[in-house]
């Protein structure tokens, strides 16, 4: 026998071992029974060509007799090709399932690495900020202690003096009024319940009154003959003090004034305020 007629013998014996034959009205079932390892020789395939022919010389006469034959798979096989279709359909689910967290993870990394940028750009942010806020902190201390340090030399006594801050202050009146006003408010500052605090008080209101402010003048007036003190230019600012009152429509507060000059000051004035005095009565309308 050639070798291609026993490998189809072979095969063909191999197919219907695997399988049981069916026919209509009570053919016998032939189930192929596992057999034990043979030495396969001429003889034993020429035995089994002549068993293959004569079944398929069965199979083809019972087709031709209208009694087809059945071939029936084989149950084992059925259920195994049933585990295996049900483990190809969850490792299908599987890889769809990996491909989503893959997705996601891919997703989720992007998102990481957002994040990590913009936590970078806000740490440099935040760093520039606190080195803009010390910077600010700086600024603002050095400009509070010149402010403390000018405040200190605005209030600090020029001389050390009371009698010679008066005089510095003065001088300085009489050729810049606003920086002789504050020389002479630093001087009542730094010398209060002196003599040169008094007179500093009315020269202030002589300032005042130039500018216009006759109702300021007079409280500076006020403050300075505050006890009616005997100083020597007590007397004229009395004067100054009824002249601002009557300027001011408060004649009554006026006549109040002179009186008190009259009683204080008049016996040891000049000539030129007792005429001041009594013009300043008249129009004020005093009795």
């Known amino acids: 026998m050639n070798k291609p007629l026993a490998c189809r013998t072979i095969a063909f014996a191999l197919a219907l071992a695997g399988t049981s034959l069916t026919a209509p009205a009570g053919l016998a079932q032939t189930q192929a029974q596992p057999l034990p390892p043979v030495q396969w020789d001429n003889r034993r395939l020429d035995?089994?060509?002549?068993?293959?022919r004569r079944l398929e010389r069965?199979?083809?006469?019972?087709?031709s007799q209208g009694q087809p034959v059945l071939v029936e798979p084989d149950p084992e096989v059925v259920a195994l090709q049933g585990r295996v279709s049900s483990i190809d359909q969850r490792l299908e689910d599987l890889e769809a399932t990996v491909q989503r967290v893959n997705a996601d993870f891919e997703r989720l990394t992007f998102q990481l690495d957002e994040s990590d940028r913009d936590n970078a750009a806000l740490r440099?942010?935040?760093?520039?900020?606190?080195?803009?806020?010390?910077?600010?902190?700086?600024?603002?201390?050095?400009?509070?202690?010149?402010?403390?340090?000018?405040?200190?030399a605005a209030t600090r006594s020029p001389t050390g003096d009371a009698v010679s801050d008066l005089a510095a202050a003065r001088a300085l009146a009489g050729t810049d009024p606003v920086a002789g006003r504050a020389a002479l408010e630093r001087l009542v500052t730094n010398w209060p319940d002196t003599p040169s605090a008094r007179e500093?008080?009315?020269?202030?209101?002589?300032?005042v009154r130039a500018s216009g402010d006759q109702a300021g003048a007079v409280q500076q007036y006020a403050s300075a003959l505050a006890g009616w003190p005997t100083l020597p230019w007590a007397g004229e600012v009395t004067l100054k003090l009824a002249r601002g009152l009557e300027a001011t429509d408060r004649d009554s507060q006026a006549c109040a004034a002179l009186g008190e000059y009259n009683r204080r000051y008049a016996a040891t004035s000049t000539p030129a305020l007792r005429t001041i005095a009594a013009e300043t009565r008249t129009r004020a309308g005093c009795r």
């Open 58 to 63: 069965a199979v083809t006469q019972r087709n």
């Open 200 to 207: 500093a008080l009315w020269r202030i209101g002589d300032l």
């Open 124 to 152: 440099t942010r935040l760093t520039d900020a606190e080195a803009r806020l010390e910077r600010l902190e700086t600024a603002a201390q050095r400009a509070e202690a010149a402010a403390r340090e000018a405040e200190e």
């Open 47 to 52: 035995q089994l060509d002549r068993n293959v």
